[in-house]
């Protein structure tokens, strides 16, 4: 079973992910979806402190196409139009 939230604020659409029933449970990773990039956060478990990871919307686009193919190194272009 996974659990996550959805919220829409002014500037975001704010996601949170849920990690739950089972060992080893890590904190919650929130995703904070803006017009030009996405932001990762995820509180670090000995520091208290949050961790941010800023995806620009060209390597969101990336990694969602890395997602669905198998190891290698590839280029996209993107068609104009």
């Known amino acids: 079973m ?3 939230t959805i919220e829409h604020e002014f500037d975001a659409t704010v996601i949170t992910l849920i990690d739950e029933g089972h060992d080893g449970l890590v904190e919650d990773v ?3 979806a803006f017009e030009d990039c996405v932001t990762l956060e995820q509180l670090d478990p000995i520091t208290q402190e949050p ?3 800023v995806l620009s919307m060209a390597q969101l686009r990336d990694l969602a196409a890395a997602l669905d193919l ?3 190194s590839y280029r996209v272009e993107l068609k104009k139009g």
Do not use: C, K, N
């Open 2 to 4: 996974s659990m996550f």
């Open 30 to 32: 929130t995703i904070l």
């Open 51 to 53: 961790v941010r990871v």
């Open 70 to 72: 198998p190891e290698g």
